[in-house]
């Protein structure tokens, strides 16, 4: 089975660093997304990691640690519109096959406050 | 625009009732997913197709049917509507069945009365 952790909720001040953690236990494992949805829209893709270490893209980096089933999403010089949830996401095999999915873990809601 | 598009945007309608989810993407993609986010936030996978070919039938009522015409639809008919079916109905789509990057529609909001 699949299980997927991530705090419910965070709040932060615009212009600082918050860092958003993820644990997974999975059976297979295939890389790690993170997704942004703010309300009421569809999640958009943010970051991809499959080895482990950092991956840096702009302001948001994303980490990855197989061996410890553990991830997170670093936001930095936060702004006002980065106020949204933000999903961490397990690609797994479905059989024994090469078709993955995704699984998705509940959310974290982000608060930026001024 | 190139997207994943999704009607009706807001469908209210009543138990017992059957109504259907359109979904196209114009990205030239080949897989296409159904995903349901509950009022938990709780974003989980229906239903893919490949190539017009069920790869992923978790476990839903089979009061939910998908239908893939062609690589670019995928539409969603539920019949006999119940209470617990309103959520918010995600359409994704990819370049291959390797769950890569999904791109989403804008959600089809249900809310069974």
């Known amino acids: 089975g699949q299980n997927i952790d991530q705090p419910t909720e965070m709040t932060a001040t615009e212009g600082a660093i918050v860092q958003i953690n993820c644990t997974y236990q999975t059976s297979g494992f295939n890389g790690l997304f993170w997704y942004q949805q703010h309300a009421g829209e569809a999640p958009t893709f943010l970051s991809y990691n499959v080895l482990d270490g950092l991956e840096e893209k702009g302001r948001f980096s994303s980490f990855l640690s197989r061996s410890k089933g553990y991830s997170y999403l670093l936001l930095k010089e936060l702004q006002m519109k980065d106020s949204a949830s933000y999903l961490c996401?397990?690609?797994?095999?479905?059989?024994?096959?090469?078709?993955?999915?995704?699984?998705f873990g509940s959310g974290t809601q982000l608060t930026v406050l001024p | 625009d190139t997207a994943v598009s999704q009607t009706p945007k807001y469908l209210v309608t009543q138990m017992g009732n059957d109504k259907s989810i359109k979904c196209e993407q114009n990205l030239g993609h080949d897989t296409m997913y159904w995903y349901k986010q509950d009022s938990k936030k709780f974003l989980k996978i229906m239903f893919s197709y490949n190539n017009k070919e069920l790869i992923i039938n978790e476990t839903v009522p089979n009061r939910f049917s998908p239908k893939s015409p062609d690589k670019a639809h995928l539409n969603l008919h539920i019949n006999s509507l119940e209470l617990g079916d309103s959520a918010v109905y995600f359409c994704?789509?990819?370049?291959?069945?390797?769950?890569?990057?999904?791109?989403f529609g804008p959600g089809t909001r249900l809310t069974v009365t």
């Open positions: 994704a789509s990819s370049q291959a069945y390797t769950a890569y990057e999904q791109y």
């Open positions: 996401a397990v690609r797994a095999p479905i059989s024994s096959g090469s078709a993955r999915q995704l699984t």
